[in-house]
């Protein structure tokens, strides 16, 4: 049996991957049709390394609206060439934050954005050299802590409308606007590791919510995963690695202001709504107060998590399961999870899960599990079968913005719960 004692060893590392010409941003690709005009804020790799008995676990978090297998993979092969090492794809997390104004690393949306290869290129080589860096380092000794924040930073962005006309009949329809009476996560989870100083050396910082708070379409930024990544760094005093795990935010996005009877009346009416627009005010205030929220967990003291053994698992699923299309050749659908322990994991799918999942997968994975989308090729968007059936962005709006062609299949939702249970049975 081994030892309980065996500490974690952690190493960490971030890269800067601004672009330095401008090149074309991914998502509201209806309103861009030139290359970014102005730099907000860098985007990053943040990567940390993971070491316990035999295992090494990458934790990589990329500034884009999404990542690839196929750049995952490649990075794996290039470390195992050139290092001598064995990294399976279930030791390697490549999650993207979902920010909306950065540029592609994937080429399989052209209408979401314009790949530049040039720019491409330069995210490899900065990965795979950030890569390198912390598999060169020994490695810190450090403790394992778990935090929870609670915040109302967000909302449902699915509102049921009703479509009064003079010509037909009433209709029901699902739009992109303030949803009050939707589900909406309120919690987000901070892992902390400490060396034997008591410093924080690292960060995983977990929430699900659309990185859509920016106020200018055509301004690079890494949005508020960045803002509250900054505040991060200034409060420990440190320029350390902080891993952002974008959540099931496929329907969840920033509520700027409060509330109004009269905002929920509307919604119990199924009047329409429009989305507040951020300004550069809005987006200062809304991302300070996210960030003094997760900033004061970390004051909060949390016990170790003992850590006995680290587990990974990953399996694949042909997205010809759920979709029904002419291009879902060679597509598939990424299941992983890392265990660290009983009382925490890391559970993660390569699509836009809507929030009503959690619901769904939490009983599976376990309540000390974060739950995160936007690993991988993101394909699709997975909503629950009622709202294949409700329709709307989320559900079939999306479809030919990801370059697909066809509808989702009956019982999408007991397929996603029969893998993740397949996943969770294969370590055990």
Not at 3 to 27: M, R, Y
Not at 353 to 363: F, S
Not at 383 to 393: A, I, N, S
């Amino acid at each position: 049996m081994e030892s309980l004692n065996s500490p974690v060893l952690f190493s960490g590392s971030t890269a800067d991957i601004t672009p330095v010409k401008p090149v074309h941003l991914a998502g509201y690709q209806v309103v861009r049709n030139a290359p970014f005009d102005r730099i907000n804020d860098p985007l990053e790799i943040n990567v940390i390394l993971l070491r316990h008995q035999e295992r090494k676990i990458f934790i990589v978090s990329i500034d884009a609206l999404f990542t690839s297998h196929e750049l995952k993979t490649e990075a794996i092969r290039e470390l195992n060439r050139k290092h001598g090492e064995n990294i399976r794809e279930e030791d390697f997390i490549f999650n993207a934050s979902h920010t909306h104004f950065a540029p592609p690393v994937e080429a399989g949306k052209p209408m979401l954005g314009e790949l530049n290869n040039e720019y491409l290129l330069s995210v490899k080589e900065k990965l795979f050299h950030t890569l390198e860096q912390v598999l060169s380092e020994p490695g810190t000794p450090v403790t394992m802590h778990l935090h929870h924040f609670n915040t109302d930073h967000t909302i449902n962005r699915r509102r049921k409308i009703i479509n009064l006309s003079l010509r037909r009949f009433p209709s029901i329809s699902y739009k992109n606007a303030y949803a009050p009476l939707g589900k909406k996560n309120r919690n987000g989870s901070v892992i902390e590791f400490k060396n034997r100083e008591s410093q924080t050396v690292g960060l995983i910082w977990h929430f699900a919510c659309h990185p859509v708070a920016f106020y200018e379409f055509n301004t690079l930024s890494a949005d508020f995963p960045g803002a509250v990544r900054t505040k991060l760094r200034n409060s420990t005093g440190k320029n350390i690695s902080v891993c952002f795990l974008q959540g099931f935010a496929g329907d969840i996005r920033p509520r700027f202001g409060k509330l109004t009877r009269w905002d929920y009346l509307k919604s119990l009416l199924l009047l329409p709504q429009k989305i507040p627009a951020s300004t550069e005010k809005i987006y200062a205030e809304w991302t300070l107060s996210l960030s003094r929220a997760v900033i004061e967990c970390l004051n909060v003291n949390s016990p170790e998590i003992a850590v006995s053994r680290m587990e990974t698992a990953i399996i694949k699923k042909p997205l010809s399961e759920i979709f029904e299309g002419e291009n879902t050749v060679n597509k598939y659908l990424y299941f992983q999870a890392v265990q660290f322990s009983d009382q925490l994991s890391i559970a993660c799918i390569s699509a836009e899960p809507l929030i009503e999942y959690e619901d769904l997968l939490k009983g599976i994975a376990g309540k000390g599990t974060l739950l995160c989308g936007y690993t991988d090729s993101v394909h699709l968007y997975l909503p629950t079968d009622r709202q294949v059936k409700e329709g709307g962005y989320e559900a079939d709006g999306f479809i030919p913005l990801f370059s697909l062609k066809g509808k989702f299949r009956n019982e999408v939702q007991e397929k996603i719960i029969s893998a993740f249970k397949e996943l969770f049975i294969s370590w055990h």
